[in-house]
């Protein structure tokens, strides 16, 4: 899909039916502005773990200056797993950002890009794989919600990796920027790699609204930078 000019999606951009693997790949044009929000419990662009592992790739162009704005239904995700009842809806697939300007914002309890919510179990509401490879990212999980990972009382993401790029994840209340949403299971994170890649590989996290590490290979609250 290639996005022109200014675009506004009024319901969720779905991925797939969940039982069939779908693969898609978004290129955000130069200058060009795509605002989808989610309806009905679902993701902005949703991108769900399902059966066959959804997977989406977000690039942007010469100039990086397209926009994807991507704001979740409550209990959804901006991008990635859905509100719903079994880990296939909630949990997110493979997503990957190489460029452009993603701003993505989960609904209440739920992650800005990642899982989205369904009550109960720690494993329902994290994500498999998160890779950040480029562009500029803004992730802010509703309350609850990590802005990058899980959303609350969620486990995760699987691995979450960030190459390039800047990226600012926001957690919302008790949430990590990148990791565990809130609840009892926020006292772990596993899987982040932060790769400094000369000046474009900042990374700025943030916890309950404080910076908490800068990308510059410290390692806090078992986040860790390579």
Known sequence: YYVKGNVTYDG??????????????????????LT????????AISVRYGLTMDAIDIYGQEHQTGMLIANGAPNAAGIGGDAGDS??????GIINIYGGIVIARGGDNAAGIGGGYNGTSK?????????????????EGGAGGAGIGAARNGYGP????????????IGGA????????????NDTNKGLYIYRNGATGLAKLRRDGFVSMDGDGTSEHGLQAD
């Open 158 to 169: 699987d691995t979450a990796r960030i190459i390039g790029g800047t990226v600012e994840a």
């Open 12 to 33: 969720t951009f779905n991925l797939g039916s969940g039982t069939a693997h779908a693969y898609v790949h978004i290129i955000l044009c130069d200058g060009a502005k």
């Open 123 to 139: 494993y329902y509401g994290g994500a498999y794989v998160i890779n950040v490879m480029g562009g500029y990212v803004r992730a």
């Open 36 to 43: 989808v929000k989610g309806s009905g419990g679902h993701a």
């Open 174 to 185: 008790g949430a990590s920027g990148i990791g565990n949403g809130a609840g009892k299971y």
């Open 87 to 92: 880990y296939y809806h909630c949990c997110a």
